[in-house]
């Protein structure tokens, strides 16, 4: 007999996009936008919401993921991909203005780099907090 080669492939182009954003996660713009003051305590301090994982009480802000509980969340801090997300962080985000000082519409500058640190456990938020209320109270007694 002779040997037919099956094509397990063809005619899976209506899968493909379905496989490329599988996994998708938020882009490093969008993540530089959470990154803001306003918008990283909202997402740092989130109502339950028990569709998602830990009921979302731990959140990466830099992978933007969630997590089970607490040591789950501080394993990852330690990854490689924590770290990368980290250090892809470090340069400003593109905008519109340098897309046109580069298309020859202005002097262009490089992107400047900024130092990015890994969020601190919520219970270092929690102490800071109450350490800030304490001396209002006793400066009120």
Not at 46 to 72: E, M, S, T, W
Not at 73 to 102: G, M, N
Request: proline share 6%; aromatic share 8%; glycine share 4%.
């Amino acid at each position: 007999m002779v040997y037919k080669r099956r094509k397990y492939h063809y005619g899976d182009t209506h899968l493909k996009k379905k496989w490329r954003t599988k996994r998708r996660t938020k882009d490093l713009d969008q993540i530089d936008e959470d990154l803001q003051p306003q918008n990283a305590d909202k997402l740092l301090n989130q109502a339950p919401d028990l569709d998602k994982p830990g009921g979302a009480q731990f959140y990466c802000i830099h992978c933007a993921r969630y997590f089970v509980n607490d040591q789950a969340l501080q394993d990852h801090f330690r990854t490689k991909v924590h770290k990368r997300r980290l250090k892809a962080l470090e340069l400003e985000p593109y905008t519109i203005e340098e897309s046109e000082r580069a298309a020859g519409q202005g002097n262009f500058h490089l992107p400047q780099k900024r130092k990015i640190e890994t969020q601190p456990p919520k219970e270092t938020i929690a102490d800071s907090e109450e350490e800030e209320i304490s001396p209002k109270k006793a400066k009120t007694k």
